[in-house]
């Protein structure tokens, strides 16, 4: 077993898993607002704010799965020490792990049922850059309208046509995040919004 | 303080209680199961609120609590100290100074801010329980957006007293989606559920459920065209401050029939005190 498989936890779990769920609820309580999260050093490619996500929210009861670069030896092996989290295929998940064109298609993820629309997946994107600029999102949480470097729009705007079913997602870079609940109306702000969106 | 974990519960329960939060969150309004713990306090004492409030403290937080409006109640106290000993955060009784505000039955009347969370202490989360005992049925009809029997309740209400009678825990509405039992605040802070800049997160113990308004949702109190939904107070000033927008509570002074109406947000009736504001019942 490597020795970086057993370390990059949390040092002090109960507050740094405390200090890192309220940037993950400040983030999907207000989508598109960028938050800081500290705490974890796990094994590329896992980035420090997906390794501090996944030890705050996952455990034992909570089913992973790793898509594309993601489901490497290292991140199981880290994963399976810190969390003890059991690895499945994309419709048993409860979190999905991995870069969005790893992800896709998002019609294979659990969207919960029309009596329990909340046993449905959340999928925590690592992108290479995190921005308050790109699409334009409304809805609960933003007061007026806020903005984020969305991976695309279409996928977001299907998925908010399926509220109150449908996913949740938390975009993580470095050590920031930020979320996109299934609440949230995502449309295009400008054509250069576009453009930097089919660069990416 | 180190004969517990932080904030009393152990690491599993917290992230099971912050999961159900988060899908909370992300579904405003519908109410999320979760496995509901024995808390140091009977049912009825605010157990779900507590619980969320342990699973959203951190050591950073200044913590507030209150029962009717008022910081020092049994209730209130008794949940401060609960955090105060478990989880060592710094306590208040001022609304601004507070970044979590645990409630009973009240939203304070000073506007909350961002970064401030309110957590509600929930008895029946559910608006149809009253109407419909059975959960299969009310868990159907919220899928299927019934919520006739909700409007019929409250037209039996205007056939009978002539006027929608419900006056706490009436129902809103949340995001044109679903129907929301607010806990029992009086319809009074209904128009504060609304657009709200903190995050509103509701507890429910006993009944194991866990609710969500995110900041700046929209709620709407239920109501008919010809019957308006309409905040209600005792047509007072209060007594001790003289405030005429806050609201009140009815005390009984003597045996002779005397009372006085006063502020039941005993923060904000204090710091309009302490301000020069005076009613006429104040010595």
Known sequence: MQANTLSGGFADPATQSAHAFRSVMEAMARPGAIQDIHGAAPPAPLSPAMGAVLLTLCDTETPIYLAGDMDCEAARAWLAFHTGAPFVGPAQCMFAVGKWDALAPLSVYPIGTSEYPDRSATLIVECSELAASGATLTGPGIKDQATLSLPEVDAFQDNRTLFPLGLDFIFTCGERLAALPRSTEVSRSSSEAIAQVGAS | ?283
């Open chain 2, 1 to 283: 303080m180190t004969e517990y974990n932080f904030a009393y519960l152990d690491e599993q329960t917290k992230r099971m209680i912050r999961r159900a939060i988060l899908k909370g969150l992300t579904i405003p309004g519908y109410q999320v199961p979760f496995a509901s713990r024995e808390m140091p306090m009977p049912y009825g004492w605010g157990t779900g609120g507590v619980q969320v409030s342990a699973a959203v403290l951190t050591p950073k937080d200044t913590f507030k609590v209150i029962d009717q409006g008022a910081d020092d109640t049994t209730n209130a106290v008794s949940i401060r100290t609960f955090f105060q000993r478990t989880a060592g955060v710094a306590t208040t009784t001022a609304t601004s100074d507070a970044t979590v505000i645990q409630t009973r039955h009240r939203i304070p009347e000073e506007p909350l801010h961002e970064g401030q969370i309110l957590v509600y202490q929930v008895p029946i989360p559910e608006p149809l329980r009253f109407l419909e005992p059975r959960e299969s049925e009310t868990r159907k009809m919220h899928s299927l957006e019934e919520y006739g029997l909700m409007h019929v309740k409250l037209y039996e209400d205007i056939s009978r007293h002539g006027h929608i009678a419900t006056s706490y825990a009436y129902p809103v509405k949340v995001e044109g989606r679903y129907v929301m039992d607010p806990s029992p605040i009086p319809k009074f802070d209904n128009p504060k559920l609304g657009d709200m800049a903190a995050i509103q997160l509701f507890g429910a113990g006993r009944e194991q459920r866990i609710y969500a308004l995110p900041p700046y949702t929209q709620v709407v109190s239920l109501d008919f065209e010809d019957h308006p939904f309409e905040a209600s107070k005792a047509d007072h000033p209060c007594g001790m401050c003289g405030a005429t927008d806050s609201y009140l509570d009815e005390l009984i002074i003597d045996d002779l029939g005397g009372r006085m109406f006063v502020c039941s947000d005993t923060d904000y009736c204090e710091a309009r005190q302490a301000a020069g504001h005076k009613g006429k019942d104040a010595a």
